[in-house]
T-cell receptor, first 114, second 113 residues
Framework: EAEVAQSPRYKITEKSQAVAFWCDPISGHATLYWYRQILGQGPELLVQFQDESVVDDSQLPKDRFSAERLKGVDSTLKIQPAELGDSAMYLC????????????FGEGSRLTVL | LAKTTQPISMDSYEGQEVNITCSHNNIATNDYITWYQQFPSQGPRFIIQGYKTKVTNEVASLFIPADRKSSTLSLPRVSLSDTAVYYCLVGPMIKAAGNKLTFGGGTRVLVKP
């Protein structure tokens, strides 16, 4: 069964350092999402791509977060500089339909900022 | 975008049926109702989706009344492995500008032996 791949699975960093997360969606899924999930809360959408274009980044803290999906396939989410409050699970998901339908999630990247 | 309200937590026992109700009073005509399951340290997993009446698959049933202002996820004969957080989402199949598929706080279901 096709899966959404994410790496790294775990990342520990010190505040003010840069971190990056990578996601490879299911082949053929044009829509890719990055979510942030703080422990005990539901996932919060950070950014949504349709192919290589950003269609929603209204919740992305653009002063420190950036996301790209240059060739419309895999994607990278970067945080620079990391802050203590960025400690969370970063989830990538993909879907066939634009903005709806079934979302397929990866296992996530857990970030701990010290 | 339709806001959803679900119970924070529910306890059950193995073999029982678990019903989780989600309220979405301002659901739009083109909105669908989707439920996800999430285990600790994993991403959410799609369970079921519906628009009206009843939908059933191999793991759950989704009941949607005629006014569509609420929906109920039914998990038959739960086992310990069904202990998870369940999220109800409401939104269109195709995203229009300004819409986003929003997860609420979910319902923590604990299945006891």
């Amino acid at each position: 069964e096709a899966e959404v791949a994410q790496s790294p699975r775990y990342k520990i960093t010190e505040k003010s350092q840069a971190v990056a997360f990578w996601c490879d969606p299911i082949s053929g899924h044009a829509t890719l999402y990055w979510y942030r999930q703080i422990l005990g809360q539901g996932p919060e959408l950070l950014v949504q791509f349709q192919d290589e274009s950003v269609v929603d980044d209204s919740q992305l803290p653009k002063d420190r977060f950036s996301a790209e999906r240059l060739k419309g396939v895999d994607s990278t989410l970067k945080i620079q500089p990391a802050e203590l409050g960025d400690s969370a699970m970063y989830l990538c998901a993909s879907s066939i339909l634009r903005g709806g339908g079934e979302l397929f999630f990866g296992e996530g990247s857990r970030l701990t900022v010290l | 975008l339709a806001k959803t309200t679900q119970p924070i937590s529910m306890d059950s026992y193995e073999g029982q049926e678990v019903n989780i109700t989600c309220s979405h009073n301002n659901i739009a005509t083109n909105d669908y109702i989707t439920w996800y399951q999430q285990f600790p340290s994993q991403g959410p997993r799609f369970i079921i989706q519906g628009y009206k009446t009843k939908v059933t698959n191999e793991v759950a049933s989704l009941f949607i009344p005629a006014d569509r202002k609420s929906s109920t996820l039914s998990l038959p004969r739960v086992s310990l492995s069904d202990t998870a957080v369940y999220y109800c989402l409401v939104g269109p199949m195709i995203k229009a500008a300004g819409n986003k598929l929003t997860f609420g706080g979910g319902t923590r279901v604990l299945v006891k032996p």
